[in-house]
T-cell receptor, first 115, second 118 residues
């Protein structure tokens, strides 16, 4: 079945450092890929997405490129801020019986950014 | 536009009891999905409803059930609670595309219901 593997962390960085969170996936077809972010005490928010190979999703300075050849969707940000401290989830969605609304998540990566 | 709302936000139950959680989707959204989040297993898909029909189901025992009403509001029920059912239960809603050829509809998540089973 489908699966997502991401570095579990925790990851601790200083403000303005470069961030990479690795994510690889296993899927039988052509999934859509996502990064979600969860701030303390809140639900998940979609950070960015890519729906086909070589697409680049970007939002709030974060970027991720859909790499079909390496089955990867690594999250990057050039300069993190304290406000980026949160848990980040990589996820995929693949057609399942005609419905594409089942998200498969990675375990999540806790990011802490210190001033 | 109001976001996805879930009630109650916190719940404490004892083993053997049953519980019902409620989710109100964003106005106009027709699909509602439920997820369980635990420290050990992470985020796991429970089920998805559309037009009052369960369209997709994850690998959970029959103690976990749900339904959707004509106004798209959804409830999930857990019977005979076990300690391992303690979790954050997240609901997500989306507009609905007809089939895979439609563009993906983003899922909007609610804040969750924190269930503690003692």
């Amino acid at each position: 079945g489908d699966s997502v593997t991401q570095m579990e962390g925790p990851v601790t960085l200083s403000e303005e450092a470069f961030l990479t969170i690795n994510c690889t996936y296993t899927a039988t077809g052509y999934p859509s890929l996502f990064w979600y972010v969860q701030y303390p005490g809140e639900g998940l928010q979609l950070l960015l997405k890519a729906t086909k190979a070589d697409d680049k999703g970007s939002n709030k300075g974060f970027e991720a490129t859909y790499r079909k050849e390496t089955t990867s969707f690594h999250l990057e940000k050039g300069s993190v801020q304290v406000s980026d401290s949160a848990v980040y989830f990589c996820a995929l969605s693949e057609p399942s019986g005609g419905s594409n609304y089942k998200l498969t998540f990675g375990k999540g990566t806790l990011l802490t950014v210190n001033p | 536009k109001a976001g996805v709302t879930q009630t109650p936000r916190y719940l404490i139950k004892t083993r053997g009891q049953q519980v019902t959680l409620s989710c109100s989707p964003i106005s106009g959204h027709r699909s509602v999905s439920w997820y369980q989040q635990t420290p050990g297993q992470g985020l796991q898909f429970l089920f998805e409803y559309f037009s009052e029909t369960q369209r997709n189901k994850g690998n959970f025992p029959g103690r976990f059930s749900g339904r959707q009403f004509s106004n798209s509001r959804s409830e999930m029920n857990v019977s005979t609670l076990e300690l391992g059912d303690s979790a954050l239960y997240l609901c997500a809603s989306s507009l609905d595309g007809q089939g895979w050829t439609s563009s993906y509809n983003e899922q909007f998540f609610g804040p969750g219901t924190r269930l503690t089973v003692l």
